[in-house]
């Protein structure tokens, strides 16, 4: 498992690389000066070309994409036009709270989703295979920003269990800071919850079947054995490998979550 996950984290990084070559090709492409919208409408041309050659604008698209890269392998992102500072700073400022947040949720969701998946899977055809995926359906049908509010609305304004916003750092303590994500957490990892549930029952459901559970089971293993030592271990590859897209996923939705508890994380 451990090989497997080195694998899947190695084979990330060109995908990486393509990504960020074909997001510096369209962002080449989209119409506009970035030098002209700098220096403003009252800008004089020698203005606006001084700004290009400062910026590096005035070079080509191939010396600029390789002094990017460059400068990226430096951990050099550079300066932000809008905020006036390093992007390196700004993100390591705000990173953290960000993470914490997909962490949290990621943690969440594949815990309850593994606990809901083989449940379900055991008891297959059942009320509680059936409630089991209602709930996934559910989870994956309603939008992270209305359950962000509704969990506000509920939790915070009426019953008063948890702040309505906010970040509580780690070092003023593990409970302020766990109280002041769980709800965003839940919000953020309800969705994925209920995809990994219905990947794990899958799963559970295909390996029970084959040949070395049924020969576990023939030898008087117990079934919490069965479960645990033989199904689990092969029920886990799908999920690990889905796992690397769900990562960027609640990376991606932690933007409209900070926005709804008002985290500061990167996305504001």
Same mark, same amino acid.
């Given at each position: 498992?451990?090989?497997?996950?080195?694998?899947?984290?190695?084979?990330?990084?060109?995908? =990486?690389?393509?990504?960020? +070559?074909?997001?510096? *090709?369209?962002?080449? &492409? %989209?119409? $506009?000066?970035? /030098?002209?919208?700098?220096?403003?409408?009252?800008?004089?041309?020698?203005?606006?070309?001084?700004?290009?050659?400062?910026?590096?604008?005035?070079?080509?698209?191939?010396?600029?994409?390789?002094?990017?890269?460059?400068?990226?392998?430096q951990?050099?992102?550079?300066?932000?036009?809008?905020?006036?500072?390093?992007?390196?700073?700004?993100?390591?400022?705000?990173?953290?709270?960000?993470?914490? =947040?997909?962490?949290?949720? +990621?943690?969440?969701? *594949?815990?309850?989703? &593994? %606990?809901? $998946?083989?449940? /379900?899977?055991?008891?297959?055809?059942?009320?509680?295979d059936?409630?089991?995926?209602?709930?996934?359906?559910?989870?994956?049908?309603?939008?992270?920003?209305?359950?962000?509010?509704?969990?506000?609305?509920?939790?915070?304004?009426?019953?008063?269990?948890?702040?309505?916003?906010?970040?509580?750092?780690?070092?003023?303590?593990v409970?302020?800071?766990?109280?002041?994500?769980?709800?965003?957490?839940?919000?953020?990892?309800?969705?994925?919850?209920? *995809?990994?549930?219905?990947?794990?029952?899958?799963?559970?459901?295909?390996v029970?079947?084959?040949?070395?559970?049924?020969?576990?089971?023939?030898?008087?293993?117990?079934?919490?054995?069965?479960?645990?030592?033989?199904?689990?271990?092969?029920?886990?590859?799908?999920?690990?490998?889905?796992?690397?897209?769900?990562?960027?996923?609640?990376?991606?939705?932690?933007?409209?979550?900070?926005?709804v508890?008002?985290?500061?994380?990167?996305?504001?």
């Amino acid at each position: 498992m451990g090989r497997y996950l080195v694998y899947r984290l190695l084979s990330a990084i060109p995908v =990486l690389l393509i990504v960020s +070559l074909l997001s510096f *090709l369209i962002i080449f &492409l %989209v119409p $506009g000066d970035p /030098a002209s919208e700098i220096a403003g409408p009252g800008a004089s041309a020698d203005e606006v070309s001084r700004i290009r050659q400062s910026l590096g604008l005035d070079q080509h698209v191939g010396i600029r994409m390789l002094a990017w890269y460059q400068r990226l392998l430096q951990g050099d992102l550079g300066q932000s036009i809008l905020l006036n500072r390093s992007v390196t700073t700004a993100i390591l400022e705000r990173a953290p709270v960000t993470l914490s =947040l997909a962490g949290l949720a +990621l943690v969440l969701s *594949l815990g309850l989703a &593994l %606990v809901l $998946g083989v449940v /379900a899977a055991v008891r297959q055809n059942t009320w509680v295979d059936q409630s089991a995926m209602t709930m996934a359906l559910l989870g994956l049908s309603l939008p992270d920003f209305w359950v962000g509010l509704v969990m506000i609305y509920l939790f915070a304004v009426l019953l008063g269990w948890f702040p309505t916003g906010g970040y509580v750092e780690m070092s003023k303590g593990v409970g302020p800071w766990l109280r002041s994500l769980i709800m965003p957490a839940t919000a953020l990892g309800l969705a994925q919850l209920g *995809l990994l549930a219905r990947i794990t029952r899958a799963t559970m459901l295909e390996v029970l079947r084959q040949d070395y559970v049924r020969t576990a089971r023939a030898k008087g293993a117990p079934e919490r054995h069965v479960i645990g030592r033989h199904a689990l271990a092969n029920t886990l590859i799908p999920v690990v490998t889905v796992i690397g897209i769900i990562v960027g996923i609640l990376l991606g939705g932690a933007v409209v979550v900070e926005s709804v508890f008002a985290l500061p994380g990167v996305g504001r």
